[in-house]
């Protein structure tokens, strides 16, 4: 069982539609928690990191729940440019490593 | 403001060969972390580097080493290559504890033919 996981999509979604992601990760001790955005054969960037009470950012909003170990990713009002690929990043922190470490990621296409 | 900044972008390497990969972190980054991504896949972490001293290793290949030097620019070393090293190599580099995230480099795509 992979450490961080994530439905692969891809998840079809018309303009203006808002969209929801899960990631569940299995290490009890993990501290830190980010959403990472990749394009078709570019490098992951920074979303958002995803902090304990919740965060938004215009139209997206992530939150974490450590009992259930997932993280969220909520996309309010979909546009074209926000297909890519999503990719859930955990790392344990100062107990165990700060090794980012990878869902799959979820895909996301929105169409016209 | 400065990124990360990998080279080659492409580099095409017949079996056998060798490949010799560069990453040059943001500024005050004092942690470079290496990562290999084939087609479809996630990102799997192969090495990392804190204060010039092999942090962490992951799956990487007997066959590759890897270093980072005093100015803190890391190389990955690449021998004997194999076809299914074909694949994009991203390096990232963040402050140690990375609260607020890590900073990929465009990557290097390496095929091997």
């Known amino acids: 069982r992979k450490e961080v996981e994530q439905d692969p999509g891809p998840f079809n979604v018309p303009e203006g539609a808002t969209v929801a992601f899960n990631c569940t990760y299995s290490?009890?001790?993990?501290?830190?928690f980010f959403w990472y955005r990749q394009d078709c054969r570019k490098e992951p960037k920074l979303l958002m990191s995803v902090y304990s009470s919740g965060n938004e950012d215009g139209r997206f909003t992530a939150q974490l729940n450590r009992a259930s170990q997932y993280i969220s990713l909520l996309i309010r009002d979909s546009k074209l440019s926000d297909s890519a690929t999503y990719l859930c990043?955990?790392?344990?922190?100062?107990?165990?490593?700060?090794?980012?470490?990878f869902g799959r990621g979820t895909s996301l296409i929105v169409h016209p | 403001a400065a990124g990360v900044i990998q080279s080659p972008r492409h580099l095409i390497k017949e079996k056998r060969e060798t490949a010799t990969l560069k990453c040059y972190p943001i500024p005050r980054h004092d942690t470079v972390y290496w990562y290999q991504q084939g087609p479809g896949q996630d990102p799997q972490f192969l090495i990392s580097?804190?204060?010039?001293?092999?942090?962490d290793k992951g799956s990487i290949p007997d066959r590759f080493s890897a270093q980072q030097f005093s100015d803190y620019h890391s190389e990955l070393n690449m021998s004997s290559l194999e076809l299914g090293d074909s694949a994009l190599y991203f390096c990232?580099?963040?402050?140690?504890?990375?609260?607020?995230?890590?900073?990929f480099g465009s990557g290097t795509r390496l095929t091997v033919v």
């Open positions: 290490n009890s001790a993990s501290q830190s």
């Open positions: 990232a580099s963040s402050p140690r504890q990375a609260f607020y995230g890590y900073t």
């Open positions: 580097f804190y204060e010039k001293m092999q942090s």
């Open positions: 990043v955990v790392n344990i922190g100062p107990g165990g490593s700060y090794i980012p470490t």
